[in-house]
């Protein structure tokens, strides 16, 4: 796609709404490298890149918070050398990248469990987390050791606690309580995923708060993912009906 065509599509975007929050799952990092013959973790270098070029371009068009799916709880089960430098990417990225953010006055998020985390990986989130904290622009969120399921149950986990101790009875729980004892709480859902390099689930992303949100996918490898695909999924976006089970008026 040439970026006559991405222009083309930032015109277009521009005449509608842009979706506030948006999720992106970065996938196809190690078929990338495959397919040159490299080692997977040339892929994940790669898919740094294109992370940066993602982040501006949300920036660029007013997009308010962007998820994007750094490591799951499964991903453990992959080669010690993979993951450690799954590991080191965090901390690479934030320590980088942390004046750019300051920059466009980002706030950076950690959502996932820190426990398993690596202390230098933990000693650049707990950094970056308190530099942009005061921030007011874009909201960057990753999701880090997280798994889908693993939060709804430590949300009822500690919803149970609660309740134990007397300060909640069963029926106040409702959905804006569960919600509210995610790793998400007070961060509204995504309204658009971005799945890249044709695979068509969800893979334990955000299951709660995924309930409505528009999917896109695209058989595009994340290190191939450019500002034009990137557009490409706003666009189409803009022209999905949404009607959160309703009916239209
Ligand atoms: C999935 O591709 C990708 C990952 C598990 C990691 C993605 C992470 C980054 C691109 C950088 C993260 C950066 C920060 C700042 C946290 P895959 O390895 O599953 O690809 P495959 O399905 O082709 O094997």
Known sequence: MNSAKAEEYLRKIKEGQVPSHVAVIMDGNGRWAKKRGLPRIAGHKAGLHTLREIINC????????????????ENWKRPPLEVRFLM???????Q???????????????????NRLPRRTLNA??????????????????????????????AV?????????GELTPDQIDEQLLADHLYTGGIPDP?????????????????????????????TLWP??????????????????????GIKK
């Open 88 to 94: 080191s990417l965090p901390e690479e990225y934030l």
């Open 125 to 154: 989130v707990s950094h970056a987390l308190q530099a942009t904290r005061d921030n007011t622009g874009l909201i960057v969120i990753f999701a880090l050791n997280y798994g889908g399921r693993a939060e709804i149950l430590e």
């Open 157 to 165: 986990r500690n919803i149970a606690a609660k309740v134990a101790r």
């Open 96 to 114: 980088k990248d942390l004046p750019a953010l300051m920059e466009k006055n980002a706030v950076v998020k950690v959502i996932g469990n820190y």
């Open 58 to 73: 949300a920036d660029e068009i007013g997009i308010k918070i962007m998820t994007f799916f750094a490591f799951s709880t």
């Open 224 to 245: 191939d993912f450019k500002r034009e695909h990137f557009l490409e999924a706003i666009l189409e976006y803009q022209k999905r009906d949404r009607r959160f089970g």
């Open 191 to 219: 309204d658009l995923l971005i799945r890249p390099s044709g695979e068509l689930r969800l893979s334990n992303f955000l299951l709660w708060q995924m309930a409505y949100t528009e999917l896109w996918f695209t058989e």
